[in-house]
Structure formats: structure tokens, C-alpha cells
């Protein structure tokens, strides 16, 4: 008898379709500090400070409390309020610049030129390698396009490393 009630209990508690992984939890926890929630350093860790920041942003946004419900969240409202960036001298700029980093800036294709709700610019750019050939369309955002005078100053992370941020930043619009 006691067993029977053990397995029925154990058939009502909440199941984890999978861990988070160090990467949810790390840009979780960015943009519930972008948010205003107090989670402490994003360490990708998940910790209590974090899990409450969940628990209290999922009350206010409607999310399921867990790094992928955020995710899942912000990523469609980060979409759905995007615009094309039409803005053609902003587009220039943004161009010199990742081209600034790149190996072969002769070589280099853009696309996904668009802007999130906090300002920040998200692109696809490809260009060659040493080799020669083109390596695939690779994520950048641009954070910073400050005016000075008639050009813009513009900050762009483009490198190996931080392909991942830029997927993620782009998707939660982590400075807003």
C-alpha cells in the first residue's frame, strides 16, 4: 500500500527534461540583471540568488521558472519587435568596422541587418579564410553607434569565442 502511494506522489512532481547548461544560465543570468533582478555575477552557475531572479521575472513576464522558459521568452519577444535596419550610413559604418577585424575585408558578404529593441545592431557576415574560402555566415552585433560629427563609432564583437555571445545576444537583446 505504501508503495502505491510513493508512486502516485513521485507521478505528480516536476519533471527536468534536460540540465541547463552553462551558457543558458550564464545569458539567463545577464539578462535578468539587464532586467533589474539581483542574481549576483553571471557565473553560469545556477545558485539560489539566480533562482529567485527566475522565480520573480517569470511572475512578472509569464515564463515557466527555469533558464529555458526565459529564453524561450525573450527570445520571441526580441524577435517580434525587431525592425530592419534601413539606416544606410549606420550601415556603412557597421560594415567598415567588422571588416576592420576580419582577415580578408574585400571578400566579406553581409545580411540580417537589424535592430533590437535596446538599440544594438545584429548581423550575419561571411568572408575567407586563410585557406581562401568562405567560412559561413557567422553572427555579430554592433553595441555601441554613438554619432561623432557625421560618422558613427562603432563597437562590433566578431571573433571565434564569442560567436555563441552574439547568437545569444542577439536572441535576448541582452542590453535591454
Known amino acids: 500500500m505504501f508503495l502505491k502511494v510513493l508512486i502516485t506522489l513521485l507521478a ?12 543558458d544560465v550564464f545569458f539567463s543570468q545577464s539578462k535578468l540583471t539587464a532586467l533589474g533582478y539581483d542574481v549576483g555575477e553571471s557565473d ?18 509569464g515564463f ?9 521568452y525573450f527570445s520571441v519577444d526580441t524577435i517580434s519587435r525587431r525592425i530592419q ?7 556603412t559604418a ?25 538599440g544594438s545592431v545584429c548581423g550575419e557576415v561571411n568572408a575567407k579564410n586563410t585557406y581562401g574560402a568562405y567560412t559561413g555566415w557567422t553572427p555579430f552585433f554592433v553595441t555601441a ?3 561623432i560629427g557625421d560618422k558613427f ?4 564583437v566578431l571573433n571565434n569565442p564569442a560567436v555563441n555571445f552574439a547568437r545569444y545576444y542577439c536572441m ?5
Open 12 to 23: 505528480f512532481l516536476p519533471t527536468f527534461s534536460s540540465a541547463q547548461t552553462f551558457q
Open 44 to 61: 553560469g552557475r545556477m545558485g539560489p540568488s539566480t533562482q529567485r531572479g527566475l522565480d520573480a521575472a517569470s511572475v512578472e513576464y
Open 64 to 72: 515557466e521558472p527555469n533558464t529555458r522558459g526565459l529564453i524561450r
Open 85 to 91: 535596419l534601413d539606416d544606410g550610413s549606420l550601415k
Open 94 to 118: 557597421i560594415i567598415d568596422d567588422v571588416n576592420n577585424k576580419l582577415l580578408d575585408p574585400f571578400s566579406s558578404q553581409f545580411r540580417y541587418f537589424y535592430q533590437l529593441p535596446s
Open 145 to 147: 553607434t554613438t554619432p
Open 153 to 156: 563609432y562603432v563597437m562590433s
Open 172 to 176: 535576448l537583446d541582452i542590453a535591454n
